[in-house]
């Protein structure tokens, strides 16, 4: 794939502000996280966003809030991104849509829903404006009239860049036994929070890790997560 002089400057702007030094890493977070060796250039969508969130320090305390605790939050929301990935990329790709519109539906609460529950949303995102100022418009409409719109653009801009500035894949997500998935425990997750993440029950979990009715787990230790049903 070969990139435009512009499509490099805005990648090479936006991986120095959502990206640290090894130094950063090994200092306050025991993940490493890798820079994928083929970085997506930000899409028409993700320039106007750029432009709509231009308070760098506020960009910064979003980084923040994702870095912490070993990366705890982004690693919750990655999960339940993944578990609709494939399928609201393929609605992006169905509409014609660029890949950033693929992250919106978690951003709106939706992977609380049947991924394909946000074909409607998809749909509506068919006639988003490619004008700056009407585009804010039309993500604000879908968000709603409650209060946070700020919030939101601001979080979606930095999630986005994360997830594809970054492999996550290895540290969060593996190929587990019967087409599930292995998941490895961190710090203050208990086994009914892993199965609020991915939507099974947690008898479901002891049965595919011969538990039996205990529900102890240790940080480090990996379970296999059937595949929801």
């Known amino acids: 794939m070969c990139w435009s002089t512009k499509e490099i400057f805005a990648v090479s702007l936006i991986i120095s502000l959502l990206t640290f030094s090894n130094n950063d890493y090994s200092a306050q977070s025991r ?102 100022s009407d585009h804010i418009s039309d993500l604000r409409n879908i968000y709603g009239q409650k209060e946070g719109f700020n919030a939101f653009l601001y979080d979606l801009r930095v999630f986005v860049r994360l997830i594809e500035n970054h492999d996550l894949s290895p540290l969060l997500i593996k190929a587990g036994k019967d087409g599930g998935t292995e998941h490895k425990i961190i710090s203050g997750e208990t086994l009914y929070s892993i199965s609020v993440t991915y939507r099974v029950s947690v008898s479901q979990i002891q049965e595919a890790n011969s538990m039996g009715t205990s529900t102890d787990i240790n940080a480090g230790q990996k379970l296999n997560i059937p595949i929801s049903k």
């Open 31 to 132: 993940l490493s996280l890798e820079l994928r060796t083929e970085i997506r250039a930000p899409d028409k969508w993700e320039m106007i966003w750029d432009i709509a969130t231009p308070d760098v320090k506020l960009v910064s305390s979003y980084m923040e809030h994702y870095r912490k605790n070993s990366y705890r939050e982004l690693q919750k929301e990655y999960k339940l991104y993944c578990n609709c990935s494939e399928v609201w990329a393929k609605m992006t790709e169905e509409r014609d849509l660029p890949p950033s519109a693929a992250y919106i539906p978690l951003k709106l609460n939706y992977s609380t829903k049947p991924c394909s529950e946000a074909a409607q949303l998809f749909d509506v995102m068919m006639g988003f404006s490619l004008k700056s």
